[in-house]
């Protein structure tokens, strides 16, 4: 070869980038869609947490620079709506919970709230030290840190309201894996600002990576799935208990479902870690892998709690004799729980007997049937009017999500922004055509 030609290869080769050199991924990405939710992708390994917490939150800030407003109000509004019921808690009893069970999270958890902090802490009047801690502070559209630690801890230090969930598996599943459908509802707020502030938010950490269906400024999973094919959502079930007045031995229980997602490879695993501890509230967790669904009966202290199966003997009075399916909404069936069953619950379940019965007389379940039955709105609704499942009553449905666990093909309804009536029917979207990791 030429010596000209050499030197003309060498300087080019020169010029170019190297190819094996690992480039940096961008440690946090957030996109508003077009269907109304927000996209969001943290590299977990890309920076230590507290630095990853305040580079969440400054893009937040740019996605949505209302975020400290819309927060501020929403809670309000929800302290608000229990002062007119007579409901507990009001808010610095809320703020007092949250300073016990805050430093029980795990350390990193800990961090990426403090990171966020620091990032809100850049705008004048933000994450002050003390300024929440009297209720009158709360819609001065300004987020302190007592308030963005309820924001943080709010299923765990104020009662949560409604959800259903239901799933198709095996025989009763088109694809013989499972199919699910998962509905959030929420109170009824006059300003709907949690609407405004639906997430997807994918944790990318090798295998332990998580999707969090959840709100802006929020890393919980109200649902999620992990690159396992594990999946969980969790459900109000009121008993009646008081709050315990000692919450020294207490865990966050949706920070627990997130180390749960993050680390277990087995929905067994899953559920163990889940009731391995204390928590404040009963509740349900709804979890599925792409052989089965069943339900984890929260029922903190006596009588204890549960697993629930298609199989599962239930309590006096109560019947699920549709193979292969399950489905819950917000109460225990267990033989054990005797805690009571209201009108609107029994009226769902009924719905989903009804609905599961109906279609399998015509052959297995597709992805669309499920779509059919969590969006499910009766003749108004209304619950309590007509068994609806997918509600635009006093405690709407916003978000339905219907998902494959074999290919994690995921389809939401997200409710839309405004103060306009709640839609009647769902509109679904679809977030993820396959995994997203």
């Known amino acids: ?83 007119r019921a007579g409901a507990t808690p009001d808010f610095p009893m809320a703020v007092a919970r949250a300073a016990v069970l805050g430093p029980r999270l795990a350390g990193e958890y800990q961090e990426e709230i403090e990171g966020m902090l620091d990032a809100l802490a850049a705008l004048p009047g933000h994450a002050t030290p003390s300024a929440a801690s009297n209720a009158a502070t709360l819609g001065d559209g300004r987020l302190s840190r007592d308030e963005f630690w309820v924001w943080q801890l709010f299923a765990d230090v104020v009662r949560p309201t409604q959800c259903s969930a239901s799933a198709a ?85 949706l920070f627990e479902l997130r180390s749960g997602l993050e680390h277990s490879r087995t929905l067994e695993d899953l559920a163990a870690q889940v009731q391995s501890k204390p928590y404040p509230f009963n509740h349900l967790v709804f979890a599925a892998d792409e052989k089965q669904a069943i339900v984890l009966e929260e029922f903190i202290g006596s009588p204890g709690r549960g697993v629930r199966t298609t199989t599962s003997l239930l309590r006096d009075g109560v019947a699920w004799d549709i193979p292969d399916t399950l489905a819950t ?34 052959g297995p379940l597709h992805l669309d049937d499920l779509k059919r039955i969590a969006g499910y709105s009766g003749t108004d609704g209304t619950t309590l009017g007509s068994g609806a499942l997918y509600r635009s009553d006093g405690f709407p449905s916003i978000q339905s ?5 074999d290919t994690l093909e995921t389809w939401v309804a997200f409710t839309p922004a405004g103060k306009g009536p709640i839609p009647i029917d769902p509109v679904y979207v679809q977030v993820f055509e396959a995994s997203p990791f």
């Open 169 to 253: 598996f095996g025989a009763s599943s088109a694809t013989g894996k499972t199919i699910l459908g998962r509905n959030l509802d929420w109170d009824a707020l006059p300003s709907n600002d949690a609407s405004r502030l639906h997430a997807v938010t994918i944790l990318n950490n090798g295998p332990d990576s998580v999707c969090l269906f959840n709100f802006l400024g929020s890393l919980i999973p109200v649902s999620g799935f992990n690159a396992s094919r594990l999946f969980l959502g969790s459900l109000d079930a009121e008993t009646g208990a008081p709050y315990p007045t000692d919450l020294g031995s207490m865990f966050s229980y």
């Open 401 to 405: 999500i219907v998902l494959r666990m």
């Open 329 to 362: 909404v917000n109460d225990f069936r267990l033989p054990h729980a005797k805690a009571p069953i209201d009108d609107a619950d029994a009226l769902r379940w009924d719905s989903f007997r009804h609905l599961y019965a109906s279609r399998l007389a015509r």
């Open 1 to 83: 070869m030429p010596v000209l030609s050499l030197l003309v290869m060498l300087a080019a080769a020169l010029l170019l980038p190297p190819t094996t050199e690992a480039h940096a991924a961008t440690p946090v990405t957030i996109q508003k869609t077009a269907h109304g939710y927000f996209r969001i992708t943290l590299e977990m390994q890309s920076v230590p947490r507290r630095e990853l917490g305040k580079q969440y939150m400054e893009a937040v800030l740019i996605a949505e620079p209302e975020f400290p407003a819309l927060v501020d109000n929403l809670l309000r509004e929800q302290f608000a709506v229990l002062q």
